[in-house]
T-cell receptor, first 113, second 111 residues
Framework: DAGITQSPRHKVTETGTPVTLRCHQT?????MYWYRQDPGHGLRLIHY???????DKGEVSDGYSVSRSKTEDFLLTLESATSSQTSVYFC????????????FGPGTRLTVT | GDSVTQMEGPVTLSEEAFLTINCTYT??????LFWYVQYPGEGLQLLLK?????DKGSNKGFEATYRKETTSFHLEKGSVQVSDSAVYFC??????????FGTGTSLTVIP
């Protein structure tokens, strides 16, 4: 199994509070991704990173920001959580974009009340 | 843009039945194609992949053939087991940095 961990695994927070989710990899893969998974929508890309300090927006980036200060860590921040951001969040990594598969973390279930 | 369309579920089969989950794609050039499986409460796991036309990916009795002429990558298994109950996702990646996933097909296998 690829070495990907996510923390926390579960979180309940209140509307308007900031939340940061962490993805940590031990594979030294260049590419890292954040997705959210919601019923009826499958997986939707939030942001991705193609190197340290290099990030780009995905399909559903509004309300989210990311940072990658070192290869192994990719942080997802909800600046002011809303109930529409209640979801399961998955981190994924890939060695080589455009060809290689992605490996997924175990997910973080976030509930915004 | 690139996209993946897979058959809607849920699919319910009896044990030892034949499984087909349809997947078609839209992409320029020569994408790589994947099937992922997700068991309850877990992340997605790679099931199989194919990186060029006419390639057949296979794993754990599942197979899928990359058909460029029909832009398809249908997932098949000859005899499903209860343990195959999961959600299956078709996906592609192409030039560029992104993956594109289908919406998932839920499979339930009953004894």
């Amino acid at each position: 199994d690829a070495g990907i961990t996510q923390s926390p695994r579960h979180k309940v927070t209140e509307t308007g509070t900031p939340v940061t989710l962490r993805c940590h990899q031990t594979e030294n893969h260049r590419y890292m991704y954040w997705y959210r998974q919601d019923p009826g929508h499958g997986l939707r890309l939030i942001h991705y990173s193609y190197g340290v300090k290099d990030t780009d927006k995905g399909e559903v980036s509004d309300g989210y920001s990311v940072s990658r200060s070192k290869t192994e860590d990719f942080l997802l921040t909800l600046e002011s959580a809303t109930s529409s951001q209640t979801s399961v969040y998955f981190c994924a990594i890939s060695r080589l974009a455009g060809v290689d598969e992605q490996y997924f973390g175990p997910g973080t279930r976030l509930t915004v009340t | 843009g690139d996209s993946v369309t897979q058959m809607e579920g849920p699919v319910t089969l009896s044990e030892e039945a034949f499984l087909t989950i349809n997947c078609t794609y839209t992409a320029t050039g020569y994408p790589s194609l994947f099937w992922y499986v997700q068991y309850p409460g877990e992340g997605l796991q790679l099931l199989l992949k194919a990186t060029k036309a006419d390639d057949k990916g296979s794993n754990k009795g599942f197979e899928a053939t990359y058909r460029k002429e029909t832009t398809s990558f249908h997932l098949e298994k000859g005899s499903v087991q209860v343990s195959d109950s999961a959600v299956y996702f078709c996906a592609l990646t192409n030039t560029g940095n992104q993956f594109y996933f289908g919406t998932g097909t839920s499979l339930t296998v009953i004894p």
